[in-house]
């Protein structure tokens, strides 16, 4: 019994995708996914740069966020549920915390790692303030930003999923968390592998997509 | 080409050019280098009593050894390094920190590699250019200029490093600087193509009459581009001579003025070298010196 079968997970999948409950926890999951992602990208991308250029924040707050980085993302809920309650914000909070560090350290990473030559030719040019941030600084670090932007998003989804089980309401964990409480090993296992089933796709299709053209423009791929 | 018999009796029986030391020319200098010392922090004297004039339009060569301080003293020019003493002065005003109107070149084009060639012009004309459709005409102005039409779209990767060196310079000369400095610019590219960048530099500078202080350890290079040729020594780094090239333009490097005028700035280099007795001198610089189908450099790196 604790040992599903794989017809058991297809027909349980199959159930679930049949009376919406999937669609429904997928639409939710994805929505909130989304808002948070987008959040971490805004606030993250910013910040990795800024932590890179300037010396003080990087003195400053970087040791912070590496810090923070090796909290797992689960153990903002308490505190989120604290200040949130059992609230959509919370999970939010939980969402944002998860992926923004790891998108900001990677953007910082990846501006230190722009070659110097292109940085004292810009100065030369007297590319400077906004320019040099726009037109410089984010395209010059985009390739390692996009690997950063990969990660935040494997640990948004991780995060949500967490938040999910425990604030329940609605979405993927939901579903999960009532398989458990039905005892119901079939459709845990069938959201489990919805789960990977999302995450391996938006890898796959967005973001290789993303990745692909990115690389073959900056001329760092060798197919050309 | 020239074999070396003939070579050697064309030497005898033809006038010998000799090279003559630069005249001071009356009026305001445009650059001004004063009693330049530098000093590394690990004590190494780069530079020691610097003095130097450059007039508005003139095309100078730092010619040198590597470790000679020529890099050196250009981006003092640059504003990139301040020297420990000394006073450098561009249009009467003194050096502080890099500007766009001081234009530094390296072997290295430095295109934005995600910008078409077109892109990492207008890019830079951003700065400089208010109107957008002028910053457009102005950038396939110079594409054209430096024979890169057809490839404004092209991104560096796809181009051969000579096409992103002309793209570079292109770029360099759309910024319409009032002193171009450039810092062996070719040095990282073939035989061939360095020849042919040549030919152009020379071609677009006939154009647009730009003062320009160039650096190699290229003896027929510094010949055949400059007016000036000013030839520095290592250890410390310091002037050794200062040439005038009255030659007409556009020079071949297979001239047989540009062959004695080399033979007889390599003379002075190896005799500046010569009293603390090197080993390296007698490998880098031929004995007969005669070699008329490559330009020796003097030494390597810069």
């Known amino acids: ?224 | 080409m020239a074999t070396l018999l003939p070579t050697r009796l064309w030497a005898r029986l033809v006038p010998r050019w000799t090279l003559e030391p630069s005249r001071s020319k009356p009026g305001e200098a445009k650059i001004a280098v004063r009693e330049v010392e530098h000093r590394y922090e690990n004590k190494v004297e780069a530079l020691r009593n610097i003095s130097l004039d450059v007039h508005s339009g003139e095309f100078v060569c730092l010619l040198g050894p590597s470790g000679c301080g020529k890099s050196t003293l250009l981006l003092a020019l640059a504003g990139a390094l301040p020297p420990t003493c000394g006073r450098i002065t561009i249009d009467g005003k003194p050096v502080k920190g890099p500007d766009p109107s001081r234009l530094l070149m390296f072997q290295d084009p430095a295109l934005f590699p995600w910008m078409t060639v077109r892109q990492n012009l207008v890019f830079a004309l951003r700065s400089k250019v208010r109107s957008r459709p002028r910053r457009e005409e102005t950038a396939a102005r110079y594409v054209k200029r430096v024979h890169l039409d057809g490839f404004e779209g092209a991104l560096p990767h796809q181009l051969s490093g000579g096409m992103r060196m002309r793209a570079s310079l292109a770029r360099a000369l759309s910024m319409d600087p009032s002193v171009l400095l450039m810092d062996e610019p070719f040095g990282a590219l073939d035989a061939q193509t360095k020849g042919q960048m040549q030919q152009l530099l020379q071609q677009v500078w006939v154009e647009t009459r730009k003062t320009v202080v160039f650096v190699t350890h290229d003896v027929r290079e510094a010949l055949v581009l400059g007016d000036r040729v000013v030839v520095m020594a290592a250890r410390p780094g310091r002037i050794l001579k200062d040439f005038e090239v009255r030659l007409p333009r556009p020079r071949d490097p297979d001239d047989e003025a540009i062959v004695q005028y080399s033979r007889q700035i390599r003379e002075a280099l190896r005799s500046a070298e010569a009293p603390k007795g090197h080993a390296k001198d007698a490998s880098a610089v031929p004995a007969s010196g005669l070699s008329a189908g490559a330009a020796h450099p003097v030494g390597t790196g810069g």
């Open chain 1, 1 to 224: 019994m604790l040992f599903p079968t794989p017809v058991g997970v297809a027909e349980s999948l199959i159930q679930m995708e049949r009376d919406g409950r999937l669609w429904t926890g997928l639409g939710r999951s994805m929505l909130r996914l989304g808002k948070g992602y987008a959040l971490s990208i805004v606030l993250g991308v910013p910040l990795g740069i800024w932590v890179a250029r300037v010396p003080f924040l990087e003195r400053a707050v970087k040791p912070v966020v590496l810090g923070l980085q090796a909290l797992p993302s689960v153990c903002w809920l308490p505190l989120a549920i604290l200040w949130f309650g059992l609230t959509e914000a919370s999970i939010l909070f939980v969402v944002v915390m998860g992926s923004l560090l790891a998108i900001a350290i990677a953007t910082e990473d990846a501006v230190r790692r722009i070659e110097p030559l292109l940085l004292r030719e810009a100065g030369t040019l007297g590319v400077r303030g906004l320019r040099l941030y726009a037109g410089v600084l984010l395209p010059g670090a985009l390739p390692g930003i996009l690997t950063g932007l990969k990660l935040g998003w494997s640990f948004a989804w991780r995060a949500l999923m967490a938040a999910e089980l425990i604030v329940v309401s609605g979405g993927l964990g939901q579903l999960l968390h009532y398989g458990r409480e039905l005892l119901d090993v079939a459709q845990v296992v069938a959201v489990m592998f919805s789960i990977v089933a999302v995450g391996v796709t938006v890898d796959r299709v967005l973001f290789r997509a993303i990745e692909t053209r990115v690389w073959r423009r900056w001329g760092l791929s060798e197919t050309r």
